[in-house]
């Protein structure tokens, strides 16, 4: 499974952004789909997930109201649409997935495969 991100920039605080991810490969096993970032100096944090087979999510309480996951399974895509920015939001994103496991959590040990990771920067 081949992870490839797109969508981050620079943006005023109080903006938003719509990050993307597409999957390839063999991706028909996959069951939970996330984001997370990491802040320069920071270790990875998970701030959300969806469970593709349901669409329940899981969101960090950083992101809660502002930040929201949809995914288009005909595309093979998953979009984390990014509201009322701020500082804190400043980092590089990773889009990641899992094929096995049941409950779909923004987990970092959880997840297998990884993007590249697209940057995020809030001024």
């Known amino acids: 499974v081949q992870l490839v991100e797109s969508g981050g920039g620079s943006v005023q605080a109080g903006g938003s952004l719509r990050l993307s991810c597409s999957a390839s490969?063999?991706?028909?096993?996959?069951?939970?789909m996330g984001w997370f970032r990491q802040a320069p100096g920071q270790g990875r944090e998970g701030i959300a997930a969806i469970y593709t087979g349901g669409g329940d999510t899981d969101y960090a309480e950083s992101v809660k109201g502002r930040f929201t996951l949809s995914r288009d399974g005909a595309k093979k895509a998953l979009y984390l649409q990014m509201n009322n920015l701020n500082a804190d939001d400043t980092g590089m994103y990773y889009c990641?997935?899992?094929?096995?496991?049941?409950?779909?959590?923004?987990?970092?040990?959880?997840?297998?495969?990884w993007g590249q990771g697209t940057q995020v920067t809030v001024s």
């Open positions: 490969g063999y991706t028909y096993s996959i069951n939970c």
């Open positions: 990641a997935a899992r094929d096995i496991g049941s409950r779909c959590r923004a987990v970092e040990a959880d997840f297998t495969y």
